[in-house]
């Protein structure tokens, strides 16, 4: 091996490096910082009320309205051996997943069970991104560094959020879409735990006909809503206008197209349909085209890519929720790899930074358009150079 060579792997396995440790400093937060993994101890907190039979819901409204300036403890369900449960917004089809991961008696025991589960999962994105060029090599390892190589998972680790999961339950679920859709169906529906992000992925299913899939998806999440009505004896639609009521007391996002136009007047269920219109409809056409012209399989990582900047900007997010772009980061990286020009770089290379600038520097207008427009610009050209260019199947 040649001098040469060996710098080449040496730059290789650096984002892996640097990925590992952006790992290990969301793990050392998560465990040693006071108030880290607030997310996890929401859902455990959730999980454990389910368990007891309680709905969650009412008592977390009435911890907000009332018993927070008060002090009062005298509503009806709430546990002091758990708490309060201050925040309420996951949907019923998210409540079997989260009683499986949260429903155990032991807070400490979660949270290590909840970082051994992440860290499982990254290890699955970055074994995903190098099965994308197939066979030993330092480009492999190139590819499974630039798709951790994220502020989101670590952020996610420190939050306690379900990101990673979900990220690593959509790849894992493509790899099986074929051979085994049953089980392609079960991580839809663990992915499912965040319907934010997954939903738009669901849409490639459906192009790609991958009907049992789906419909094991839609039986696990129908379960979820049924043991949510049978452990809390409510219906499933005040279950669901729960949930939104909930998101709607915390969601805070004030740059994205869903708030500019409540502030603006208009009601809070249009603004988010029409920022999900925005981006889905497009999405949808892309789509539809590619399913058209028979190329759904020779473009499936850049539609991939496409539908995780879809779901970044079609609803409600934050930074943590950045691992989403996972998909455009490979998807970008392998056509600059397979291009070897310097506007594929380029274009690959502001994605990565992108998701890497700590969210303090970017917390404005101009540096929220700054990051939505490096997304988009990315997914029209990986779209331009993996969909529409790619031949027809005959």
Request: net charge positive.
């Amino acid at each position: 091996m040649t001098n040469g060579e060996r710098g080449i792997q040496a730059l290789c396995a650096l984002p892996v490096v640097c990925a590992v440790a952006l790992l290990a400093k969301g793990v050392l937060q998560f465990a040693l910082v006071p108030g880290a993994g607030y997310d996890e101890r929401l859902q455990w907190t959730s999980a454990q009320y389910y368990v007891h039979g309680v709905n969650p819901a009412p008592v977390s409204f009435y911890y907000q309205d009332v018993a927070h300036s008060t002090g009062r403890t005298d509503t009806p369900g709430y546990l002091p051996a758990v708490g309060w449960p201050q925040e309420v917004d996951y949907p019923p089809s998210s409540t079997l997943v989260q009683v499986a991961l949260y429903g155990w008696p032991s807070l400490p025991l979660t949270r290590w069970i909840f970082v051994a589960l992440n860290l499982a999962a990254a290890a699955v994105v970055g074994w995903w991104a190098r099965s994308l060029i197939g066979g030993p090599g330092a480009t492999g390892w190139l590819l499974a560094g630039l798709a951790l190589l994220n502020l989101g998972y670590s952020q996610t680790l420190v939050n306690g959020n379900y990101g990673v999961l979900v990220v690593a339950a959509l790849m894992l679920a493509f790899v099986l879409r074929q051979q085994r859709p049953v089980l392609a169906g079960l991580l839809l529906g663990l992915a499912f735990v965040k319907p934010t992000i997954s939903a738009p992925f669901l849409i490639l299913f459906a192009a790609d006909r991958r009907y049992r899939a789906l419909v094991v998806m839609t039986v696990f999440v129908m379960a979820s809503v049924v043991l949510s009505v049978v452990l809390t004896g409510t219906g499933p639609l005040t279950l669901f206008r729960q949930s939104l009521e909930g998101t709607a007391r915390f969601a805070q996002a004030p740059y994205a197209i869903w708030q500019v136009l409540r502030l603006a007047g208009t009601g809070t269920g249009t603004a988010l349909a029409v920022n999900a219109a925005v981006f889905l409809v497009p999405f949808v056409v892309v789509v539809w085209r590619s399913m058209t012209r028979g190329t759904l399989e020779a473009s499936s990582l850049a539609l991939a890519a496409l539908a995780g900047v879809v779901a970044r900007l079609f609803t409600y997010h934050n930074s943590i929720d950045n691992v989403v772009l996972t998909f455009l980061v490979l998807a970008l990286s392998r056509v600059a790899l397979d291009r070897h020009t310097a506007s594929a770089a380029a274009v690959a290379a502001s994605v990565v930074l992108s998701v890497l600038v700590p969210f303090a520097w970017t917390n404005s207008v101009g540096g929220h358009l700054a990051l939505y427009g490096i997304w988009v610009c990315g997914a029209i050209y990986v779209v331009a150079v993996d969909v529409w260019s790619v031949q027809v199947v005959t």
